[in-house]
């Protein structure tokens, strides 16, 4: 089993539409919880950082743990065609400990 | 803040030969860097971890000895591709991690390798 689980997709949505990215872990250390998004051809950009339990809002974004159920989520509101992107979760036990990413799930958001 | 940049974005080389890519924390001290190959469509393939003074430490099957690299700074990492032969045609991003700022890995924005 990986440490890290995320559905690949692809996901295709309309625009507009709520989108709901998860990745499930099986690591009770983690403690840090990121998002990135990556464009076709770029490297990751950071788009959310949490630390522990509990929600954390940006803009349209909003990022979710639930350390209970070992389960986080990324929220897109209001979603646009520029959202369209490959989104990676990560997560680690701290500074010392090495970043495990997700294998990341592809998003399209069709005008 | 929490840039880091690659150089160069896109080479093209013959087999044979050997290129090399920087990766520069420009804001911010990174006390670890990490080189990533990715494949078309596929998700990240971490190579190795490098330390600034201290040896990269390699994935299980990298050739160390075919990506060499250097992490001759705190805001200075290299990545050399030696030998490069068409199966080393790739994708290489690089990132940057401090515990000063939000401990987290920040990514270039890649180098896009092709071996003719």
């Known amino acids: 089993q990986k440490e890290v689980e995320q559905d690949p997709g692809p996901l295709s949505v309309p625009e507009g539409a709520i989108v709901s990215l998860n990745c499930t872990y099986s690591?009770?250390?983690?403690?840090?919880f990121m998002w990135y998004r990556q464009y076709s051809r770029k490297g990751p950009e950071l788009l959310m950082y949490?630390?522990?339990?509990g929600n954390k809002e940006d803009g349209r974004f909003t990022a979710q743990v639930d350390k209970s159920s070992k389960y986080i989520s990324l929220f897109i509101r209001d979603s646009q065609p520029s959202d369209s992107a490959t989104y990676l979760c990560?997560?680690?036990?701290?500074?010392?400990?090495?970043?495990?990413f997700g294998s990341g799930t592809r998003l399209s958001i069709r005008p | 803040g929490a840039v880091v940049s690659q150089h160069p974005s896109r080479v093209i080389c013959k087999s044979g030969t050997s290129v090399k890519i920087e990766c520069r924390s420009l804001?911010?001290?990174?006390?670890?860097m990490f080189w990533y190959r990715q494949f078309p469509k596929k998700s990240l393939m971490l190579m190795a971890t490098s330390n600034e003074g201290s040896k990269a430490t390699y994935e299980q099957g990298v050739e160390k000895d075919k990506f060499l690299i250097n992490h001759a700074s705190l805001t200075l990492s290299t990545l050399t591709v030696t030998s490069a032969h068409p199966e080393d045609s790739s994708f290489y991003i690089c990132?940057?991690?401090?515990?000063?700022?939000?401990?987290?890995?920040?990514f270039g924005p890649g180098t896009r390798l092709t071996v003719l």
């Open positions: 804001d911010f001290q990174a006390t670890t």
């Open positions: 990132s940057a991690r401090s515990t000063l700022l939000a401990d987290t890995q920040y």
């Open positions: 990560a997560m680690s036990a701290g500074s010392a400990s090495k970043i495990i």
């Open positions: 949490t630390y522990s339990s």
């Open positions: 690591n009770s250390a983690f403690q840090y």
